[in-house]
Structures are given as C-alpha cells and as structure tokens.
C-alpha cells in the first residue's frame, strides 16, 4: 500500500494501516485454508486407474462428502441412528429393487454409493446436510425426481434400480478405499 505524505507523517495511522491489511490477509487465508483441506483432503487417487482413498476424518454425523474420480462421484454419508432405523425398517418393504440396508452397507454407520441414477445418469444430491434429499431422507435426483431412501434404495420416481454400492473397504476405522476390494 503506497503511504501518503499524512501517513508519513503519521506512524500511528500507517500502522494501524499495516495491521488492518494483515488481519484481512489472514481471514483470506484462514478461508481458503478451510476450502483447501475440505477439497484435498478427503480423497487421494492411490494408484490410478480409480482406485481411491478417502478419509473419514471430520464427516459429522448425518453429512457426507462426494470424491470425485474423473467422472465418477462417489458419495460417503456417515449415517445418524434414526437414518439407520429407517433404512432398516425398509426392508420389509415391497421394494421394486429389493435390497436390505445390511447387503448395502458394510458398517451401518456408512453408506457408500455411486452417485449416479440408474435412471439416465445424472447425480442424485443428498450427500452433504442440507442438500435436498427427497420424501424418504435419503437421495433425490433431480432431474426426473427419483427418489431414493437412506439406504439409497428407489423409493418413488422412474430409476429402475437402486443406486449402486461400488467396490470398497475400510483401510482402517478412519479410511476407506473406493474402487477395489480388500
Ligand atoms: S436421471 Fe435420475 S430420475 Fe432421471
């Protein structure tokens, strides 16, 4: 910042000057710190051809977060114990694809998903809090309104089938690892 000929003159004013800068400079960048760790950190491409890790570290109960490989997305939900309850009392449901919630999920706490309707495609939200996530609290695809419960099961619209559970494992309570099998 160019000092005029009154901050010159006037150190207590050029400092005070200074000092605002860099407060706003470091609330920039406490920002963009935040950005940065909840877009790199959770997912690490381990060996290419998709195979991914994704940390679990910070997922609060009832949010999520999709990783993105290439283009595919992956949804990761840590699950709350009344979507848990849900997604169990729908198996006794007549499901037009009939799944339990115990053949979707290796722990119950998480559900992991392809993102991608069976419908035509598109990607379903309901992954992070907040997202619209339909009549049955689980996925919502916008586009032809599918809807999808908390084990993400169809429920309502025109998909087919349920979404997808892609191949994983858990690496360790904290990791898991998409794209392969233990
Ligand atoms: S692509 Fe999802 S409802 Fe049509």
């Known amino acids: 910042m ?24 470091g609330i920039g960048a406490a920002s963009a710190g935040v950005a940065l760790v909840r877009t790199m950190t959770p997912t ?14 910070g997922i609060a109960e009832g949010s ?5 490989v290439g283009r595919k997305k992956y949804s990761v939900r840590r699950r709350t114990a009344a ?12 499901l037009r694809h009939q799944e339990t919630d115990a053949e979707r999920v290796q722990r119950p706490e998480w559900l992991v998903l392809r993102l991608q309707c ?3 495609g598109c990607p379903p939200q309901g992954t992070a809090a907040g997202e619209k996530r339909g009549d049955f609290g689980g996925f919502f695809c916008p586009c032809h309104n599918s809807q999808f419960d908390t084990s993400g099961r169809i429920r309502k619209g025109p998909s087919p089938s349920n979404l997808p559970v892609p191949k994983y494992f858990f690496a360790s309570d904290e ?8």
């Open 44 to 57: 690490r491409d381990v060996a290419g051809g998709g195979v991914i890790e994704v940390s679990l570290d």
């Open 83 to 94: 979507e848990i309850e849900a997604a169990v009392a729908g198996d006794s449901e007549k």
């Open 2 to 25: 160019a000092e005029t000929p009154t901050d010159v003159a006037n150190p207590d004013r050029r400092n005070f000057i200074v000092l605002s800068t860099m407060a706003m400079a």
């Open 118 to 120: 069976p419908h035509l």
């Open 175 to 182: 990791m898991i690892v998409i794209g392969k099998e233990a």
């Open 64 to 68: 999520g977060i999709v990783a993105t």
